[in-house]
């Protein structure tokens, strides 16, 4: 917990490895729940639920979400956890199953609570100098930026390494990541997120209530959803959908109100189905500001994001472009509510 409030705003690292035969052999979901307790714990989170299916397996963390597919890992984490502290050990249990580290992207917003964040996150060069020092030097593409925004409180970090710049797992030429950050919500909407005390009931089962009120369910109707609600306020949940992932992550409180949204995306997709998602989204919680990355997508996947938001009256503000080993095509855009 900051000084100030809770800090929303997620650190996001994704790791790819590769090995022999990987999903014969279920790779990294070989990983027992002590082992990944102790890594969470170096993190500064824990487990509070989880779901899994034949792709990979999905944890709610007391501090976000973390994914694990037989070659490839996804955690974010908010608060103060110190995230990067769970590259070594993943490393090492990579190592240990003959799995190799091909490509790392690490990515956040701006805190909130900047001067709260512990070692190494309390400013982008440290993670970035932590980065350097903590990754193999096999992955020798390396590119860092802080991708631009028109609001002071949005702007997007992100480091990208690579053994081959080029780098792509089967089919993910076809696929991209959009990230969404959303301040400043709805206050009536947002007390939605808040657990009432003394009705004797568990953060599983009021999560699982807050997803039928609020319309969560409604976003992805074919996922199967694992949710958890956090006295005395704040909601997580992770979708499941065949070999993809959806997540949400909801910080209620006024003067520092968050919520992330973030799934994965087809170039073979209907072409309406993120923007009726995105609508959705919106809809559940009506932010005044928000910040979208799109991450491996053509032209017309972020125009799209474009138009959908600016149809419910988000205009949007500033749009960057960058390129980075193995990630690709990162486009960052910024909305405001028409009203601000």
Known sequence: MAVSGFEGFEKRLELHFSGEDPIIHMGLRQMDSDSLEQILRSVGCSIVASVGNHFFDAYVLSESSLF?????????????????????????????????????????????????????????????????????????????????????????????????????????EFLFTVEICMTELDR????????????????????????????????????????????????????????????????????????????????????????????????IFRPAAMSVATTGAGHDVWTRVAGALEALGMKCRSCAVDEFPAAGSIVYQTFTARRK
Not at 72 to 82: D, L, V
Not at 115 to 142: D, G, I, T
């Open 68 to 172: 694990i597919y037989p070659t490839k890992i996804i955690i974010k984490t908010c608060g103060t956890t110190q995230l990067l502290n769970s590259i070594f050990p993943f490393l090492h249990h990579a190592r240990n199953l003959g799995l190799s580290l091909c490509s790392c992207r690490y990515s956040r917003g701006n805190f909130i609570f900047p001067k709260s964040q512990p070692f190494p996150h309390s400013s982008f060069k440290e993670e970035l100098l932590f980065l350097e020092q903590s990754l193999p030097q096999n992955l020798w593409y390396r590119k860092a930026a802080v991708m631009p925004s028109h609001l002071p409180s949005h702007s997007w970090h992100v480091f990208s390494a690579a053994a081959d710049p080029q780098f792509l797992l089967p089919n993910s």
């Open 188 to 283: 009536i909407l947002a007390r939605k997120f808040f657990f009432r005390p003394g009705d004797g009931k568990t953060g599983n089962s009021v999560g699982k209530e807050m997803t039928h009120v609020t319309g969560i369910g409604n976003i992805n109707p074919s996922g199967l959803i694992c949710e958890f609600a956090f006295f005395p306020c704040g909601y997580s949940m992770n979708g499941i959908d065949g070999d993809r992932y959806s997540t949400i992550h909801v910080t209620p409180e006024d003067g520092f109100s968050y919520t992330s949204f973030e799934c994965v995306g087809s170039v073979y997709d209907d072409p309406d189905d993120l923007a009726r998602k995105l609508k959705k989204v919106v809809q």
